[in-house]
């Protein structure tokens, strides 16, 4: 991999150039020096990503004439105090400042007028969208997606698609049987040699009825009945549980209703941001 190292403070400098490709940068605005946003451009078509960033005259500038612009747009600030416990100064200061309000990012995107706008950076949840939507639409009346995990956008000269990618959701490690489970350190790899061996004793475990259930006498308390294998909680030093891995086991094995429990208590680890999964696919009309 080769890497190249560029001037943060450049504005619309251009960082890569190759097969018809360009990208720019510019700075962004997010307590400290470092923090840049980007344009990229091919075939007549113009893609601009904020990144972490307050409202600033370089995103105005060098957005325009975009074909889709996402910037980011925090939680409104009520959410911030109510359901996550901010102090009313630290909640304008973060929800204001240091990133960017609903109101804000409409006002941005007024300005810019992007074939899509797309909003990211916010708990995209059943009770946090709408406030985030409303601040939006109270500066900005033009296309929009509130970006969800998978979210993919075809990009054509004469439309633009909006569309949730079809994925594989059983993409998790193999099965190990409880006692192997305990048994493996958490920063140890299962090498090639003993997955067979351990995929064949997972089949074996579950031929004898291991695994987890959970009855209607234990779904109400924290702490898991006396037959329960203690494949979950797996609990880490400072307590924690494996959020991911034992909330998938919970969905498969246990109750929907004990699941939706255990998720509300430990939303805030679990809970995928926009991040990890929006594409942009630019396609050749």
Known sequence: MEVNEF???GEHEVIYDENGVVIR????????????SFSLEWNDLKFVFSSDSYPNKWFVEYAKDSDLCI???FIAVPDLVNKMRFTPESALQVGTQVHTAPEAFGKIMSAVQPRMAVAYHFFNDW???????????????GPLSLAEDFMVWNITKDAITTRIAVTEEATWP????????RQ??????????????????SASSRKEGSGMRMTSSNRSTKKPAKSWDGNFPIRRKNNAPRHAHSYCHFITQGSFSSAWRFFKRSWYSFNTSAYSGLSARFVDS
């Open 71 to 73: 910037h980011e747009c």
């Open 174 to 181: 193999p099965h190990l049987p409880p006692r192997l489970f």
């Open 184 to 201: 493996a350190p958490t920063t140890s790899r299962i090498s090639k040699k003993n997955v067979g061996s351990m995929r064949s004793a």
């Open 127 to 141: 009770d946090t969208s709408a406030a985030v939507h409303d601040g939006i639409r109270k500066t900005y009346d």
């Open 7 to 9: 001037d943060f403070k």
């Open 25 to 36: 940068s510019f700075p962004a605005i997010h307590s400290i020096d470092g923090s840049v």
